[in-house]
């Protein structure tokens, strides 16, 4: 094509016929850091300075690994040309040029690191930009390979943190081991909770009774869960536990339980779902005064306004109570009265 004839030429301005050996200690450093064993030392070396250094280790290797399968179609479907000589006096490279497989992985290496321990973003700078070059003065990728392989890296590390962010960075006090098992605990009651609401919401075929769910389930419940994590890694807990998966399971597990019908939804179903979840609600008032009153967290947590998320949670208890009476009065064999209270406004 007419634009990699003109990158050809570029090529030849920037490296002329390039050159198989770096001349200077930094070229030489750089032919060494575009081989992979090189930056499995690196990870190494990360993992052995302690817990940050670990993690920052591992995001970075998988971030790595995840590009490097991610290139390879892309090279497939392209199939551009190695720059001339690219081969050289040695075997030449196998695959094709478009995009750079070194420069998606030491990027998504140095990206993915650099979130959990940002400490590491220059020096991890600096040996991709010797490898690049490396890359260039040997002739084995164009500049727009390694823009392409920059791209990828980029994309990888930006999937990275939205599906598991990085931990915050304040480490929790040793005395507060204790307090990051108890939120940890209620952080997974809560999931539970919001997996509940919105199982429910799902069933309900009355129209107020699902607006309310709604309202408790992502207003209410969804955004107290998002504070909550936001809370624990000021204080240096991770908001990341196995806990969590296994109340999603046990919600997913609890809906084979028999309510006493075969075919349909029983009336059972509905009160005891709504029971637990004012139960849970319950129970979120108890745990925001406790850690108010109890681990001090107004005073170390000013912005939080423990009082707002108590009277919110009061909000929600009173939205659903009516419908868990009526519920409760079906199931139950209570006295009939209204059985479907009006829709409540938001108590977000």
């Not at 290496?109 to 700078?125: I, K």
């Not at 960075?169 to 990051?180: C, N």
């Not at 952080?187 to 309310?212: C, D, H, I, K, N």
């Not at 004012?278 to 107004?298: C, Q």
């Amino acid at each position: 094509m007419k634009g990699w004839r003109r990158e050809e030429r570029l090529m030849w301005k920037l490296v002329g016929s390039g050159s198989r050996k770096g001349a200077s200690t930094a070229s030489r450093a750089g032919d060494v850091l575009r081989r992979p064993p090189a930056w499995a030392l690196i990870a190494g070396a990360m993992a052995l300075t302690g817990p940050r250094g670990r993690r920052a280790a591992l995001r970075g290797a998988s971030c790595s690994a995840v590009a490097s399968v991610i290139h390879l179609p892309l090279k497939r479907a392209v199939r551009r040309p190695r720059p001339r000589g690219a081969g050289g006096r040695s075997i030449g490279p196998l695959t094709s040029s478009f995009p750079s497989g070194h420069t998606a992985s030491d990027l998504s290496f140095l990206f993915g690191a650099a979130q959990e321990l940002p400490a590491s973003a220059v020096p991890l700078s600096l040996a991709t930009l010797g490898s690049h070059w490396s890359l260039l003065r040997t002739r084995q990728h164009y500049p727009s390979d390694i823009v392409a392989g920059g791209a990828i890296a980029l994309a990888v590390s930006a999937g990275a943190w939205r599906i598991r962010p990085p931990r915050a960075g304040q480490r929790a006090r040793p005395e507060d081991r204790l307090l990051g098992i108890y939120m940890t605990d209620h952080l997974a009651l809560g999931v539970f909770a919001r997996e509940l609401a919105r199982r429910a919401r799902r069933a309900s075929e009355e129209p107020a009774l699902r607006a309310a769910l709604e309202r408790v389930a992502e207003d209410g419940i969804g955004q107290d869960i998002s504070l909550y994590r936001q809370m624990m890694g000021r204080l240096g807990h991770s908001p990341r536990s196995p806990k969590i998966a296994l109340a999603i399971a046990a919600e997913r597990i609890g809906r084979a339980k028999p309510n006493g019908r075969l075919t349909g939804r029983s009336p059972l179903s509905r009160f005891e779902e709504l029971d637990f979840l004012v139960m849970a609600i319950e129970n979120k008032i108890v745990l925001w005064e406790n850690l108010r009153d109890h681990a001090g967290l107004r005073e170390r947590l000013p912005e939080i306004d423990f009082d707002r998320l108590i009277d919110r949670a009061r909000a929600q208890r009173a939205e659903l109570e009516p419908f868990r009476t009526a519920a409760g009065r079906r199931a139950l064999g209570g006295p009939a009265h209204a059985d479907t209270p009006a829709a409540a406004p938001s108590t977000a």
